[in-house]
Structures are given as structure tokens and as C-alpha cells.
């Protein structure tokens, strides 16, 4: 997660597969329903909340539908993490599950660095994520495990409470 500041510029890091545009993202035809699944900073509280991003930008704000998790690992970037996809891996990533306005996905590529046509540190996916008894066809902001090889693990997969004990321990 690149972008840390609400504002500020953004550098794609290493490379990987390029963007997805916004129409080819699947929309639930009765309620215009976009959903994403986000583990890092743009979780409430943290730097980038989707929700303060939302306001900043006029957009309906987001609707929480509940906390779950995806098979994968977590690595630490230093100020923002990083999720390896992992299929049939036994770790999970902690993460919430929102829906959106699709006018905030723009914003949330903006946040993440994902732009059309060019490589960056992340890509957005789309994965099914079970939450609060459904399952939701989710935008993800994965990492390649190129991006990782040389990155510390972050245990537990919970962005929050490893940075919250990070940040206490430095202190």
C-alpha cells in the first residue's frame, strides 16, 4: 500500500499483473452492489480507511458486512502489509468485508497503486469470500510472493493487532 497520505502521490513498487478497469467488476444487478475484502490500511482506524476515503471524495460510505478471513500470508512492509494468495495454504489473513459505491473503487486502486496498463506492487483480484453466512464475489489487493521473498511474516494474519503490538513494542 503505497499511498499513505490521503493526497499523495503514488509510485507503483515491483512488477505484476496489470489492472483490472472498473466495468469488468461483477455489480449485483438488485442493489448495484460492489464488495471488497480489505486486511491492511484501508481497514477502519488505520491510515487509509475506505470510509474517510469515501467522505474525502463525496462517496456514499461504505456498509460493513462483517469480519472473516482468506487463505494466505500477511507480510510487513514496514508501514502498510502485504497478502500472498494462498490456495489450500492452512494460514489465514484476517480482514473485513464491505459494500461499496462502485464510485470508490477508482479510489481504492488510487490508494493501492493499481492503475490500467502499468505494474505495480498490487493487483486487484476478484475472490469469493464467505462472511456473515453468504459469500460475496470480493475485490482483493493481493501481492505477488516475488514482492515478499525477503519481508518478515506477519503471524496470526491480523494486520491490526500486529502493527498495534509493533508499535507498542517500539514505544
Known amino acids: 500500500m503505497p499511498n499513505l497520505a490521503p493526497d499523495a502521490p503514488v509510485t507503483p513498487a515491483t512488477p505484476s499483473a496489470p489492472a483490472v478497469s472498473v466495468e469488468s467488476v461483477p455489480v449485483d444487478a438488485r442493489t448495484d452492489a460492489v464488495y471488497v475484502f480489505v486486511y491492511g490500511t484501508l481497514r477502519a482506524g488505520e491510515i487509509n480507511d475506505m470510509m474517510r476515503a469515501a467522505e474525502r471524495h463525496g462517496i ?3 456498509t460493513y458486512v ?3 478471513t482468506l487463505g494466505g500470508q500477511l ?3 514496514g508501514s502498510y502489509p502485504g497478502m ?3 490456495v489450500g495454504m492452512d494460514e489465514r489473513v484476517t480482514g473485513d468485508v ?3 459505491d ?3 473503487i477508482p479510489v481504492l486502486d488510487e490508494i493501492e497503486a493499481v492503475y490500467p496498463g502499468e505494474a505495480g506492487l498490487f493487483v486487484r483480484e476478484m475472490l469469493d469470500v464467505a462472511c456473515a ?3 460475496y464475489a470480493c475485490i482483493v489487493y493481493p501481492v505477488d510472493a516475488a514482492a515478499v ?4 511474516r506477519i503471524p496470526g494474519g491480523d494486520w491490526i493487532a500486529y502493527r498495534r503490538a509493533r508499535d507498542a513494542d517500539a514505544a
Do not use: K, M
Request: aromatic share 12%.
Open 75 to 77: 507480510y510487513d512492509f
Open 66 to 68: 462483517g469480519t472473516s
Open 149 to 152: 521473498s525477503q519481508l518478515p
Open 60 to 62: 456514499a460510505a461504505p
Open 84 to 86: 500472498v494468495l494462498g
Open 133 to 135: 453466512g453468504a459469500t
Open 98 to 100: 464491505y459494500r461499496i
Open 102 to 104: 462502485a464510485a470508490l
